[in-house]
């Protein structure tokens, strides 16, 4: 198991979350506790940069999923961009692509 960082670059009206490594079931903790640092009201569009993400597991998924329906009650919207190929392949498998925005590098 890898260590994952996070960085998170505020913006006027946009937060971007960047994470490199492993979203496994350690890393998608630490993505929840920054995710919920957020003040959603202020920031209602969350784009989640994927670029140097090797792996997402269920633990992943499902924090992506529960930030989705945080975000729905905020009227606030997330998106994922510059998934790689696995990455994609695996949001598409689980139909995440169904509820958010998802581009590939």
Same mark, same amino acid.
């Given at each position: 198991?890898?260590?994952?960082?996070?960085?998170?670059?505020?913006?006027?009206?946009?937060?971007?979350?960047?994470?490199?490594?492993?979203?496994?079931?350690?890393?998608?903790?630490?993505?929840?506790?920054?995710?919920?640092?957020?003040?959603?009201?202020? @920031? #209602?569009? $969350?784009?989640?940069?994927?670029?140097? !993400?090797?792996?997402?597991?269920?633990?992943? +998924?499902? /924090?992506?999923?529960?930030?989705?329906?945080?975000?729905?009650?905020?009227?606030?919207?997330?998106?994922?961009?510059?998934? @790689? #190929?696995? $990455?994609?392949?695996?949001?598409?498998? !689980?139909?995440?692509?169904?509820?958010?925005? +998802?581009? /590939?590098?």
């Amino acid at each position: 198991m890898g260590n994952m960082e996070i960085k998170v670059i505020q913006e006027a009206n946009r937060t971007t979350i960047r994470i490199v490594g492993r979203l496994d079931e350690s890393g998608s903790d630490a993505l929840k506790r920054c995710f919920f640092e957020l003040d959603l009201k202020k @920031n #209602p569009d $969350v784009v989640f940069d994927f670029q140097a !993400v090797t792996y997402i597991g269920s633990a992943g +998924i499902g /924090k992506l999923l529960l930030f989705y329906k945080e975000m729905f009650e905020a009227s606030g919207k997330i998106r994922i961009i510059n998934t @790689n #190929p696995t $990455v994609y392949t695996m949001l598409k498998t !689980v139909k995440l692509d169904s509820i958010f925005s +998802i581009s /590939k590098i």
